[in-house]
């Protein structure tokens, strides 16, 4: 059984939910090492003026090409009418703190 992330994880104010690590790690696992690739999910600005980016994500349509990502860019607006509006890009190993 996986490890799983229990609790949200707060950089520099900007707060990403604990489900959605989980799925980039996951997703990391299918790429591999080194290469960079991206999820778009919907961020929120808390009352206290932080970042919140939350647990409901797609990974738009991308090519992958080392450290390059090339978007369709039909699925990226219709992403964006849906409210997504934040992309994420992860590159190699998703460190857990301990």
Known sequence: MKKRWVKDLNI??????????DVCKELKDEISDGHTFAVMTKVEITRDCKI???SDYH?????ID???IYFDSS???QLKSM????LLY???DIK???
């Open 90 to 92: 992860i590159r190699g």
């Open 75 to 77: 699925h990226m607006e």
């Open 59 to 63: 990974v738009p349509k991308q090519e």
């Open 12 to 21: 520099n104010g900007i707060i990403i939910d604990a489900k959605l690590i």
């Open 83 to 86: 409210g997504f509006n934040y």
């Open 52 to 54: 919140a980016v939350k």
């Open 96 to 98: 857990k703190s301990k």
């Open 66 to 68: 080392g450290d390059s």
